[in-house]
């Protein structure tokens, strides 16, 4: 089986998520890749010395500088007729990009999967990660999505694949790129971190949420992150919220602090190697899932445990 792999960056550098969709493109057989930009050789050049690529297809035109879904679906489409599966990580542009494919090969996709369990069966999570549900396609063409903290990350290195010049399908005229706003911070991005504290609702307000996260995730060189609860209520930005409907996300350490641990919430987050909670309630649901737990004021506890640090 050959697959396509969508590779994910921004005409300069691979993106880290790419990483773990050519780990599950591997599990079904041959891996190729699609790198679709503008001035994008530099990411060929990295996706060819990934391990386990067989090839690297490389589209670069002015019309895939931004990867507008409604320009790259066409071009993989064209390409899905020597493949047999697309792969794409589930971030913001694969889970735009892939319906768009899915459609214009009139196959059901199949989203967020957790493991490859044969050549068309997969898991994937159902009912907010509360149930997993084992898949089978019956479609002729595979379109896949990967939740990226289920599967390890191919090695960066180690690969000496071929690399291709393709052309496709350009600009479809549907959509044009207006701007982009990127946040910059010191910090490690979520997705990436391999320490995250969070904070939740019970820090009252913004002024309390950095007077108490900030600090310990200052002395942990940690990533940030909050629940939907404390996003709602203002106390940080919309990209700092983790859960369903937030960012998914497995470091190393995951630690929350006064968040009670709502489904919607351990969907995001369950998959972290160790969870730490600290809650004054001891029946909160975040304990249920915790590794280590600690029944206590946070507003004492957590520049406690800042201080000795």
Not at 7 to 24: K, M, Q, R
Not at 118 to 140: C, H, L, M, Q
Not at 174 to 188: K, N, T, Y
């Amino acid at each position: 089986m050959k697959t396509l792999v969508w590779v994910e960056h921004d005409n300069a550098s691979l993106a880290d998520a790419t990483l773990a969709a050519v780990t599950a493109a591997g599990k079904l057989g041959e891996v190729h890749l699609l790198v679709a930009g503008s001035g994008c050789r530099a990411v060929a050049d990295q996706a060819a010395k990934i391990a386990g690529v067989g090839k690297v297809h490389i589209a670069d035109n002015e019309a895939y500088a931004n990867a507008l879904a409604e320009n790259v679906a066409p071009l993989v489409a064209e390409l899905m007729e020597q493949h047999d599966a697309f792969v794409a990580s589930a971030t913001t542009t694969g889970k735009n990009i892939a319906p768009r494919v899915a459609a214009l090969l009139d196959v059901m996709q199949i989203s967020d999967i957790l493991s490859v369990e044969g050549d068309k069966t997969f898991t994937r999570p159902i009912y907010a990660g509360n149930a997993i549900a084992t898949v089978e396609s019956s479609d002729p063409k595979l379109v896949i999505t990967v939740r990226g903290t289920a599967f390890d990350k191919a090695d960066a290195d180690g690969g000496s694949a071929e690399i291709e010049e393709v052309s496709g399908p350009t600009d479809a005229g549907l959509s044009s790129f207006v701007s982009e706003e990127i946040a910059e911070s010191d910090r490690p991005e979520l997705t990436s971190a391999k320490v995250i504290v969070s904070g939740g609702r019970a820090l009252k307000d913004s002024e309390t949420f950095e007077q108490v996260i900030t600090p310990l995730a200052d002395k942990l060189g940690a990533g940030i992150g909050a629940s939907r609860a404390a996003v709602d209520a203002g106390y940080v930005p919309n990209d700092y919220q983790v859960g369903q409907t937030g960012k998914i996300v497995a470091p190393e350490v995951y630690i929350a602090i006064g968040i009670s641990g709502a489904i919607q919430h351990l969907a995001g987050m369950k998959d972290s190697k160790t969870i730490i909670a600290i809650n004054k309630d001891e029946d909160a649901p975040i304990f249920q899932v915790a590794d280590i737990g600690l029944v206590a004021d946070l507003f004492k506890a957590v520049p406690e445990l800042t201080e000795k640090l």
